[in-house]
């Protein structure tokens, strides 16, 4: 296997090399992500208001748009050192194999027991509860990572832990329930009859197998009417993309400790915490005019918000109790079809990435499930780790990036973020050996109907 | 927290620090292991018989006890630096909750797909015999580790792979099968029609759930009688301890770097192939009176090789097709309770470990599942790692051990191996959480029935 010069198959920054601060993206960007709105008066939410749902210090970091460096906690950076540095691996055997003229670099962000980055907000969010004085957190979880990261950081610190899991994830990944269970977690299938909302659901839908909305609505309910719980999320909000940063900035200390230059830089996006965290620095330097770069997100060509949604005011969750979020939505009311990247299958995208989308600094792209699981196993079997579903939407992209390279014979360097493992992702594996893994594509009808339930602003 | 001076969290070597050779302990030893004998005239087996179920240079490293360092060839490095260095972990966290005096390292081998150290060896014995010309190897599998390492090492030299799974693993555990899939590899549940003492076995017990002394049968009939494969195994043999010596190398230039030296260094035990690995460079140290290191091998209470069974040469599958080993045994119709550390159901013990617990330089100790699994638990809510059932073993008798530090006050060093990652064992930890797991001692009986079927020796 031939080596670039002095690069090696992984780097690893020392400990004294990690971030001490997390980097706000949003002090640098002219135009600011949109406030969050109170869903009655369609005003901005005030700290106040925020402070009823989530915890004071992180309403803070969700207000911040000014302060570009914000000091992570001593507590949280001796908890990162747990599992971090994460490795930035050169990919020389899948360079080797492509044939490929291109650099490609990638992020990974598995190698930890919750199986994704999720971690790195995860253990934020708990230590700010912890500090607060809270006794617990509710939250919700879809395919499983945010709520296994969360109950690992819950339990770091000894606080309650509550998840809300989608009822289609509960009863088809038991495992992932039992690791939530192993760190001490409570987890609740939704919807369910633990709350208001949920009854209501289970009342006029009494079949439904639920949805991230729903387990949304059913999480804040349960915080927000019980004394010393707060609500906490593990994507979209500004304050996770900020933790998250952490990810970009390890990813650029790596780099430029061996005078790399990215060119292109590629993450899956659902919610946008991953890519958002990856794209952070290097934005800000777009941003300040300091340097360029491609940035490609990449989503379920199932549930594109990005590519095929509108910018616009929309609700969070589907029992509409949390703030309005301007975003590129698809609607709240979609239903995305059974994708297997169950990470990837909410309806609207983080407020600071979908503004700079809007505003062309990012690109964005839709890629259909076969192909991306043909692009996991190819990755799979090349460079030795199984991806999720979620993270191999930047496989795909990356490898056609990197094929591109080959018919034009450009040297560029490719950087994307191999967001976590699949381990606890094998139906939808087997599902593809067995060839029975289907597309989906929401026909413009389907678009246009869930578009027209988005709230009527002044 | 508090680190100790200049001591991070996860000591990674430099690319450049790894291990270049591997260690072979046999070389230091007065009393060597004893030799292999044909099953049929009770004479050493011979090179010549040996090539004829497994490759040439891999029987040439089977027989080899007086070179103490082999070149491990580029190739096996370049892949070993895909996943490699593991981390040399300082379980701060631990100690701290411990309010032990005792410093606590962990060897982490589960931060690649196959879950464990299993794959140290699988790219070395499939190196080889892609080396050879082969077309493909065949093997058994239990818990499933073994195998998975072994397709991702045959995918990645394109080699056809062919695992026998004991059939209840192959039913409880669809996921590892799963991944097999993933890397390319043909699996098999075990016993099977597809050779003759599969079709023996099946006629005599037509119920059977299978055994990973009957996969071994299978496997190599499988091997012996297909033009172009050979048999590979994936512990007991010298060889498997020779490539995992890589594990207890890189502990060890860890510890070198930061002026540590070890006092207790402690694995768990099935066939041997990790605890062997692990303590080898410092059992050499210590064979050449160089220091003094205090090893504990942990096994089962279920299945207490080293503990209740005899040295003696005995038949290592139950179609009694292979040679036969002189180790420390249960005897090969001992049938092991439904442990769930499936990793260390095997009836006997590598011949090198058994000839250095024979020879009173290592202490061995059993324990009990539930025990193992509270200790599991514990760990994974403080270090942040959920670990495989038999890696857990180690972890709790290093906190036994780290436990005696603190009522004594010595600051001890403490090392252990942490093999592997439990994703895949979460039936197990569903059965602990909920009260039903068991634990089995075999009474002295049932031993003694057992131990009497070992073959007549002259």
Redesign the interface.
């Known amino acids: 296997?031939k080596q670039d010069n002095n690069i090696?198959?992984?780097i690893?920054l020392?400990?004294q090399e990690m971030p001490k601060q997390w980097y706000n993206v949003r002090a640098d960007m002219k135009n600011k992500p949109a406030p969050l709105l109170n869903p009655e008066t369609h005003q901005p939410m005030t700290a106040e208001e925020l402070e009823e749902v989530f915890c004071k210090e992180l309403v803070q970091q969700e207000l911040d748009d000014t302060n570009p460096y914000i000091d992570i906690p001593q507590e949280i950076r001796?908890f990162y050192?747990?599992?971090r540095p994460a490795p930035l691996v050169r990919a020389y055997?899948l360079e080797e194999k492509l044939q490929t003229p291109a650099k490609i670099y990638y992020k990974f962000e598995g190698?930890?027991?919750s199986?994704s980055h999720k971690l790195n907000s995860a253990i934020a969010q708990a230590y700010y509860a912890k500090q607060q004085g809270l006794k617990g957190v509710t939250t919700e979880t879809g395919a499983g990572q945010w709520g296994t990261a969360l109950s690992?950081a819950c339990?770091?610190f000894d606080l309650d832990c509550q998840v809300y899991m989608v009822k289609c994830s509960y009863e088809q990944k038991?495992?992932r329930r039992?690791?939530m269970?192993?760190?001490?977690a409570k987890v609740t299938p939704s919807p369910s009859m633990t709350t208001e909302v949920g009854k209501k659901i289970l009342a006029e839908h009494p079949g439904t197998t639920g949805s991230l909305g729903c387990a949304i609505s059913e999480a804040v309910e349960q915080a927000t009417t019980h004394e010393g719980y707060r609500y906490v999320l593990g994507s979209v909000l500004n304050q996770v993309l900020l933790h998250q940063s952490i990810i970009g900035l390890e990813t650029k200390a790596a780099l430029d400790k061996y005078g790399v230059k990215a060119d292109i830089i590629i993450g899956c996006a659902g919610g946008g915490s991953n890519l958002g965290g990856l794209i952070s620095p290097f934005m800000g330097e777009k941003l300040r005019g300091e340097a360029d770069y491609k940035f490609i997100a990449v989503e379920p060509a199932s549930c594109p918000s990005l590519t095929r949604g509108k910018y616009a005011y929309d609700f969070c969750d589907t029992g509409k109790v949390c703030p309005l979020q301007k975003m590129y939505t698809l609607g709240s009311g979609f239903i995305p079809s059974a994708n297997h990247a169950g990470g990837l299958r909410y309806h609207g995208m983080s407020s600071v990435l979908s503004q700079l989308f809007d505003d062309g600094l990012m690109e964005a792209r839709s890629v259909e499930q076969t192909e991306v699981f043909a692009a996991a196993?190819q990755f799979?079997?090349i460079?030795?780790?199984?991806p999720a579903p979620e993270s191999s939407h930047a496989i795909k992209v990356a490898i056609d990036e990197a094929m591109k390279c080959k018919e034009t014979g450009e040297e560029k360097t490719i950087v994307f973020g191999l967001t976590g493992?699949g381990?606890?992702d094998?139906y939808a594996?087997?599902s593809f050996?067995d060839g029975k893994m289907k597309d989906y594509i929401p026909t413009d009808e389907e678009l246009a109907a869930s578009l027209a339930g988005l709230p009527k602003m002044d």
């Open positions: 296997m090696p198959y992984k690893y020392d400990e001796d050192k747990m599992y055997c190698n930890n027991t199986g690992m339990s770091y038991p495992f039992e690791v269970r192993t760190y001490g196993e799979a079997r460079e030795g780790i199984l493992t381990y606890f094998m594996y087997e050996h």
